[in-house]
T-cell receptor
Framework: TQLLEQSPQFLSIQEGENLTVYCNSSSVFSSLQWYRQEPGEGPVLLVTVVTGGEVKKLKRLTFQFGDARKDSSLHITAAQPGDTGLYLCAGAPQGGSEKLVFGKGTKLTVNP | DTGVSQNPRHKITKRGQNVTFRCDPISEHNRLYWYRQTLGQGPEFLTYFQNEAQLEKSRLLSDRFSAERPKGSFSTLEIQRTEQGDSAMYLC????????????????FGNGTRLTVT
């Protein structure tokens, strides 16, 4: 079973601070996706990273895929209350399975 | 694009009863997935369909669970003889996959059906 470990599990910060959340595995993934989920709603895709070492930016969010395609990070600059939510990473396993494997998520709270 | 629609949004049932959930995917999407999410966990894969064919099932999907997608459009997930451990959010997602093993296809999730078994 391929597992994705996310850290930290909970993060509470003040508006304007920077933060990084991590997604780690001992397994290699062919691609990795980041989702954001708000209470009572389904996850919404933020980004897909495919190539080892790839960096993608989405406004104040920076996503990086590790060189070995086993880990990823999400960095948020100058966090805002609207960034509050559950951030989930999900990996597409190598070897034929079409299912995405999700981490448990990082619950981010940005206080005004 | 009206998004993925799931009904009902909430279901409360007594242990031992059967329940059925419905998912209407984005109309042009050929793949449909069912996931289950419990409090403090990420979504766990249950099963997926390519058009009307059910191609993969998780070991989490016991014989009390059955999913169908009869015409390759909407899907239903039935749980028979519900147990308290079945209480969870059941999420449906769809995607459009044009080539085999195109892992980059993003999943579009519905807002889920929250099941409470008392």
């Amino acid at each position: 079973t391929q597992l994705l470990e996310q850290s930290p599990q909970f993060l509470s910060i003040q508006e304007g601070e920077n933060l990084t959340v991590y997604c780690n595995s001992s397994s290699v993934f062919s691609s990795l996706q980041w989702y954001r989920q708000e209470p009572g709603e389904g996850p919404v895709l933020l980004v897909t990273v495919v190539t080892g070492g790839e960096v993608k930016k989405l406004k104040r969010l920076t996503f990086q895929f590790g060189d070995a395609r086993k880990d990823s990070s999400l960095h948020i600059t100058a966090a805002q209350p609207g960034d509050t939510g559950l951030y989930l990473c999900a990996g597409a396993p190598q070897g034929g399975s079409e299912k995405l494997v999700f981490g448990k998520g990082t619950k981010l709270t940005v206080n005004p | 694009d009206t998004g993925v629609s799931q009904n009902p949004r909430h279901k409360i049932t007594k242990r031992g009863q059967n329940v059925t959930f419905r998912c209407d995917p984005i109309s042009e999407h050929n793949r449909l997935y069912w996931y289950r999410q419990t409090l403090g966990q990420g979504p766990e894969f249950l099963t997926y369909f390519q058009n009307e064919a059910q191609l993969e099932k998780s070991r989490l999907l016991s014989d009390r669970f059955s999913a169908e997608r009869p015409k390759g459009s909407f899907s239903t997930l039935e749980i028979q003889r519900t147990e308290q451990g079945d209480s969870a959010m059941y999420l449906c997602a769809s995607s459009l996959v044009l080539v085999r093993s195109s892992y980059n296809s993003p999943l579009h999730f519905g807002n889920g059906t929250r099941l409470t078994v008392t």
